[in-house]
């Protein structure tokens, strides 16, 4: 496809390099041209300089023949031009717009066609989803959601003492007492697809599949403790902060904000009432060291610096709170952070470029397209949610029949209300939706039949 990305920051950068390496004609546009001449060196695109919001600049890069447009500048006004203009001069275009304002939320709800939006992206209030899920079991480091929530692929680790420790995962359902399924280990940095006679070591990444119901169960049984989150204290009084905060209030949570800029807290004040803002600089020694994070069941740290986060999520860490979330905006060394006891991380980047890349094939193959893509164990392992529809072969065959291509796993099987996580003998009927996932990123699926050998 032809695909303009209007905005070569964080954003565009990572959505650059992974379309590009799809095959897709990337054409980026830019106002900064040391910007845009780096990414010509690094990837196969065409770079085009100036105001995306501008008609001749979009004329130039090729708007009338594009299928898809991303505006992913910093500036949530030239998004929204840009889209229109885009629009106005191809009516069939698809666009994306990045719009951060919480101010603009109703609006371009309502006049999403006056825009001539396709998708809204906002990294902010995405994140605080993410967050606020991650709160609910305090026990994973992350959680992916499929089959309208039925089924979850969650991560832990193997922590020192652990009853997962020098496991097999032939003898996995004895110690957890439900039935899971490990379709992924992060060992080392480096992604496996393990088999039966896998054994689990201390510090490994475990990405367990299982049904929502079973996740409590699954906590209970390794002695991994959780107890319901009822005070959260918040570092960063950002737009992230706000989006959360507002959701932890609807589920009665109590919410501590700590911000160094005195005017961001008399704003805080005014939108969050019932949310206590602290006016202060996490990063003071005596501050940390007061009782600011005494009664806390979880901090999540969420400034606008990587360093400031990660040390503030360790200090945490050792003093023993419960839940800790880190929000990184470069998860580029993903070995050295996951070396370091910070909890779970999030970054808003990862985030809104899954969800742009799941538009992207859906456009590129209407028929059979994944219904959810997500990137796990730091993006060297896919899983996606299929429909089961006439074209899908194999239909209707036990799996332990079904040949499927090398580090390819059917993990999730949803008929209607009823979810299961397949054995040998299980089928899967037209209708039914299946997760599957990918440990061979060499090769993209981009419909259910890409999996059969």
Known sequence: MNIIIAGDGKIGSM??????????????????????DATVERFDVIAVHGNCASMDVLLQAGVKDADLLIAATSEDEVNLLCCTTAHALNPKLHTIGRIRNPEYTEQIYKMRNVFGLSMVINPE????????????????????????????????????????????LMDLRSIVNCQVLVCAVLREGNAIAPKGDFVLREGDRVFFTA?????????????????????????????????????LKKS????????????????????????D???????????LESDILAGSDAVVTMTG??????????????????????????????????????????????????????????????????????????GQVEALEFLVDEHTRNVGKP?????????????????GASTEIPNGNSVFQQGDTVVIVDTNKREIIRQLNDIFA
């Open 15 to 36: 959505l650059t390099r992974q379309l590009s390496s799809e095959g897709h004609d990337i054409t980026v546009i830019d106002s900064n041209s040391k910007v845009l």
């Open 125 to 168: 209030n995405q994140t605080a989803v993410e967050i606020d899920r991650l709160l609910k079991y305090p026990g994973f480091l992350r959680r992916d959601t499929f089959a309208k929530g039925s089924t979850e692929i969650v991560e832990l680790q193997v922590k020192p003492g652990s009853k997962l420790c020098n496991v097999r």
């Open 211 to 247: 049904l929502s119901q079973n996740l409590t169960t699954l906590l209970k049984n390794l002695d991994i403790l959780t107890r319901r989150v009822r005070h959260v204290t918040i570092c960063g009084g950002g737009r992230i902060s706000y989006y959360l905060a507002g959701r």
């Open 252 to 275: 009665g949570i109590s919410v501590r904000i700590i911000e160094k800029n005195y005017n961001r807290c008399r704003e805080l004040c005014e939108l969050l009432p019932d949310a």
């Open 277 to 287: 803002i602290i006016h202060g600089d996490i990063s003071d020694q005596d501050l």
């Open 305 to 378: 610096m990587d360093e400031m986060n990660i040390i503030v999520s360790m200090y945490a860490v050792s003093k023993g709170v419960n839940q800790v979330i880190t929000k990184i905006s470069h998860s580029g060394n993903r070995n050295l952070i996951n070396s370091m006891s910070l909890g779970s991380l999030v970054c808003p980047r990862d985030l809104v470029c899954n969800n742009i890349v799941r538009y992207v094939r859906a456009m590129e193959n209407q028929t059979g397209a994944a219904i959810s893509v997500h990137a796990i164990a730091d």
């Open 399 to 415: 799996l332990k029949e079904i040949k499927l291509k090398p580090d390819v796993l059917l993990v999730g099987i949803a008929h």
